[in-house]
T-cell receptor, first 114, second 111 residues
Framework: NAGVTQTPKFRILKIGQSMTLQCTQD?????MYWYRQDPGMGLKLIYY???????DKGEVPNGYNVSRSTTEDFPLRLELAAPSQTSVYFC?????????????FGQGTRLTVV | TQLLEQSPQFLSIQEGENLTVYCNSS?????LQWYRQEPGEGPVLLVT?????EVKKLKRLTFQFGDARKDSSLHITAAQTGDTGLYLC???????????FGPGTRLSVLP
C-alpha cells in the first residue's frame, strides 16, 4: 500500500502566488488532516475532514482552503502566498470509529515563500 | 483548547545512557500517542496508551500514561544512535476527532 502520498515534495513560491498541495490516501480512511510544522516546532492543525464533502477549521486555518470531494483526496489551497506560510506541510489520515486510532502521515511538502 | 507541553525541548546524550521525556497537559485526554519523526519524514506512531496508569513496553522504550490521563512519559533504556529524532506526543480529544500535538522533544544520541 502507498499509504498517504503528498505532492510536491518541495516548492518555492513568490509572495502573492497561489498553489495547491495534493494529498491522497489509499487506506479508505474517513478522516484526513493538514498540519504545518515550523522549524523546531510541533504540528499545528490547519484543516481537517471527517468524510467526503465535510471539512472544518483547525487551529491555524487563515490563508488556506481545502476541499474533500472524494474519500481519497484532500488538497490544500494557498491563494495568496505569504512569507509566514513558509513551513513543512503534512497531510495525514486516520480511521476514526475504532479503538486506538492511528494517524498515518505523508512525507511532507517543504514550502518556501520568497 | 486542549494543549500539550513536552520537556525537555532538546536532549543530547551519549549512546548507552538512559533518558526520560515528558508530556503534560492540564486537560484529560481519552488516549495519548507517541510518535517519532526522523528528518525529512512524517511522524510514525510508536504507541497508544488508553487507560490511566497504563505502562507499555516496546523493546527498550517504556511508555506510561498518568493515572489522571493528563500526562505521559517515555523512558528509553540504553539509548542508541538510531533513537535520534523528534519525539511527539499527541492527545486524542474527547470527541475522538482530532489529534492535538505537543511541540516535541528533539533527541540526539551521540556515538
Amino acid at each position: 500500500n502507498a499509504g498517504v502520498t503528498q505532492t510536491p515534495k518541495f516548492r518555492i513560491l513568490k509572495i502573492g502566488q497561489s498553489m495547491t498541495l495534493q494529498c491522497t490516501q489509499d487506506m479508505n480512511h474517513n478522516y484526513m488532516y493538514w498540519y504545518r510544522q515550523d522549524p523546531g516546532m510541533g504540528l499545528k492543525l490547519i484543516y481537517y475532514s471527517v468524510g467526503a464533502g465535510i471539512t472544518d477549521k483547525g487551529e491555524v486555518p487563515n490563508g488556506y482552503n481545502v476541499s474533500r470531494s472524494t474519500t481519497e483526496d484532500f488538497p490544500l489551497r494557498l491563494e495568496l502566498a505569504a512569507p509566514s506560510q513558509t513551513s513543512v506541510y503534512f497531510c495525514a489520515s486516520s480511521y476514526v470509529g475504532q479503538m486506538n486510532t492511528e494517524a498515518f502521515f505523508g512525507q511532507g511538502t517543504r514550502l518556501t515563500v520568497v | 483548547t486542549q494543549l500539550l507541553e513536552q520537556s525537555p525541548q532538546f536532549l543530547s546524550i551519549q549512546e548507552g545512557e538512559n533518558l526520560t521525556v515528558y508530556c503534560n497537559s492540564s486537560s484529560v485526554f481519552s488516549s495519548l500517542q507517541w510518535y517519532r519523526q526522523e528528518p525529512g519524514e512524517g511522524p510514525v506512531l510508536l504507541v497508544t496508551v488508553v487507560t490511566g496508569g497504563e505502562v507499555k513496553k516496546l523493546k527498550r522504550l517504556t511508555f506510561q500514561f498518568g493515572d489522571a490521563r493528563k500526562d505521559s512519559s517515555l523512558h528509553i533504556t540504553a539509548a542508541q544512535t538510531g533513537d535520534t529524532g523528534l519525539y511527539l506526543c499527541a492527545g486524542e480529544d474527547n470527541y475522538g476527532q482530532n489529534f492535538v500535538f505537543g511541540p516535541g522533544t528533539r533527541l540526539s544520541v551521540l556515538p
